[in-house]
């Protein structure tokens, strides 16, 4: 059974930053590709970046909205993914979770995803 705990939201002003992780306990955390989504108050729930598996040399995807702000990578030795978010804007305010894909790709598609985390919340302040 996988579980995933993320960590590292909270309260930070526009312009500001924050790092999120998530570890992956259960099974073999470097087969998986692993991602981050957001739901906003009201919204859907939407992409925000994902890494492949170890094996295909850890390929990143980005969310239009935060690339070039929004770095993810992942420390297979730690079980663990992060998500840096640097020149956070308003609009990046959400509950943030992470996610696992067993095809190993880490696509945008959150139906690919089977496992997922409780979610941590971002609050970003003017």
């Known amino acids: 059974q996988v579980h995933l705990a993320e960590s590292g939201g909270g309260l930070v002003q526009a312009g500001g930053s924050l790092r999120l992780s998530c570890v992956f306990s259960g099974l073999s955390f470097g087969y998986f590709g692993m991602g981050w989504f957001r739901q906003a108050p009201g919204k859907e729930r939407e992409f925000v970046a994902a890494?492949?598996?170890?094996?295909?040399?850890?390929?990143?995807n980005y969310a239009d909205s935060v690339k070039g702000r929004f770095t993810i990578s992942r420390d297979n030795a730690k079980n663990t993914v992060y998500l840096q978010m640097n020149n956070l804007k308003i609009e990046d305010a959400a509950v943030y979770y992470c996610?696992?894909?067993?095809?190993?790709?880490?696509?945008?598609?959150?139906?690919?995803?089977?496992?997922w985390g409780q979610g941590t919340q971002v609050t970003v302040s003017s």
């Open positions: 996610a696992a894909d067993p095809g190993g790709w880490g696509t945008s598609s959150d139906g690919e995803y089977v496992h």
């Open positions: 890494i492949g598996w170890s094996g295909g040399i850890g390929r990143t």
